[in-house]
């Protein structure tokens, strides 16, 4: 089983760095012998502030958008989209990093023997190198208990000097004030900008960095010079003045206190201390789910060249699966578990410089919604909970937008959003306006609820889901085709042919009536009506959902294609390899599509097929993009494909993967989708338990084990209803398995044979389970 990413060679490339964080902060560890640098994220360091954003919307715009929707006139529709519902200003603004932590060697001379690594059972990344006679070991994490990050660098040989600054190159001031400490302080300043807004002053932000060493130490004017160490410490506290409990910057709040209170904390503690205290909260965190395959061992290679073999097709490591696994179980829940108040953004928590790519900032048509989807499978809930947080909140926001804009009930929010509450029409209407957003966050809400079967999880999310479904009963409206429908609406970010009135041809996203509208609305519906029940409140608001189901268009399958139609109309498509399936969202996230309805788990089959036919490598197609592939993973599992399912994570790791194994979006940049979204098409594979109803549903083991996996253990992959299970299975049959059940309830496992003393009801075993009782099964 492999935990360890590694390299023989340095490298000065960010995509070469290794990302620790402790959900808070977040440090990519480059390592270099000649200027090591770690550099720094903050999960709430963002440029702008909390704004009124403004646009011109109002219910009756909505009604004339809708008739000439409804008219086939789209061009106009957009256009009168984009005069009044695009939010001003239209875009939102940047996650930003903090700056640079460096250490500054004084020998620049040659260095041999090179060798950095990751142990992802620990959190601690470390690099080892030789000048001449002396060895030299660094390493760095990033600790949960005293929220700070401590880094060391020992020299076995002759002692070394270096220099270590902690740097930002803009708008912050760093200086040192003793011999072992550096302050850093700043303020974002950000620029007008017709897309962003006006410009400004944003947060406060800073840092403290002190300095350990048996050298000499000496502060210079903006860093420490140390001479003649044989080892040196840095420990660095960071902070902003945001506050995750308004959504805004606050003023009131003193980031130089919790400085100063991070640093007393840490002081009392030897380095051995703080690093025996990490790797114990860390290991907790790691063991909670574990993949194992018996397949041959490469963990001797560094890992760019094992996958620099896969790329070329030289071989396949189904080891480098599992570690594959584990990093993007490890990405969740350094960036979103611990000590974070926000959920992980298009890039965890780890960006470089001012503009990252899509200013690493929360899509939500596909992009946030995928970064939580290992999270219940692989047994680390706890990651969700920054997630539960960030959509209260935004439900709130969510509710003037609704109202105002779409004169309904509830609440909304659209295809972008940011740290300050934003919800309206962002970038462009075409893809902007997608105000069924909220009603699909709700589905990992309800996951959440699901898989710990806990009702006090239930009844926490169920306002946002109330809310969510308020919205959607007062955005439906009648279709020319007679049926209740979403207008406006989009299939996320893909286009169709259509005629106007006066016979031209053109493509549009805009439309009303998308497929994967109507499967999160029976999604959400569903879910809530069944919420109702289980809450024992909202007895009528349960039955209006329901019956405002039937009304929906029914899924249907293209007579053009033999695919599931993706729009209201069997349209010709304009890019057939797009990378976003979005009208197979009923076969995963959700389950309205599977094996009980034949033809059109079919259609969805042909779907897929279609898709990669034309995906090609290059442009965004979806073999290029490492969250589609991602997706994609999970879709052929839940087609119990498990070779279609494998040569996706080939896919992944071939196409879309760096050498530090983040998921890349063409052109070559970090995002953090495609790690999550394969993570869980993994455990997808391995256990599915969307079968029936949130009255009872079914788990199956191995229902898409590919032949390269036919034998591996599993530890800690959990299923609907509170059950987690520990598997382990030889030449593709199940040997063993034990469930534990977090709460009282019925377990029912479809099982190929009976285990030893059980016997299956329509290869079923079905048995009650008592909270904490753990049930062995031997085959
Ligand atoms: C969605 C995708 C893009 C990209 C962006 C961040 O809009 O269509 O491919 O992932 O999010």
Redesign the pocket.
Known sequence: MSTKIWFDRYVDDWLHALPLGNGRVGGMFFGNPHRDVVEINEESLWSGRQIKETNHATPADLARIRELIFENRLREAAQLSRETFLADPPRVRFYESFGELSIDFADKGEFEDYRKELELSEAIASAAWRKGETAYKSECFISEAYDILCYRVEAKGSPFSCAVSMQRGQDAYTAAVADDTLVLNGRVTYTPHPEYGEGGEGMSFGARIKVVSDGTLQERRDHILVTDATYVEVYGAFATNYNAQKFDIDGGKDYRAALTACMDRVAGASYDAVKEAHLRDHAGVFSAATFELDAPDYSGEPTDARLSKVRSGERSDPDLCTLYYHFGRYLLTESSGKNASLPAN?QGIWCHGFRP??GA?Y?T???LQMNYWPAETGNCADAVEPLVHFMRMLSGFGEQTAREEFGARGWCIN??TDVFGRTGVHDSVD?GFFPMAGPWMCMNLWEHYEFSSDPAVLREIYPVLKGSCLFLLDYLTESPEGYLTTSPSNS??NSFYYTEPDGQRHGSMLTHGATIDFEIIHALFTRTAHACKVLGEDDGFADTLTATLDRLPPLRVSQRYGTLCEWISDCEEVEPGH??VSHLFGLYPSDQINETDPVIFEAAKNTLSRRLAYGGEGG?GCHS?G??QGWMVNFFARFKDGEGALARVKGLLKNCTADNLFDI?PPQLF?I?GNLGGAAGITEMLLQSHLGSPDSRTVELLPALPAEWCTGSFRGLRARGGFTFDLAWKDGALTEVTVTASRDGILKIMLPSAPAGYSLSDGVLTRPCRAGESVRLVF
Do not use: Y
């Open positions: 298009l790519p899509w900032d899509h048509n596909i992009n295809h972008t893809c996320p970010e990378r976003h965004a993009v969250w589609s979006h995002q989708d």
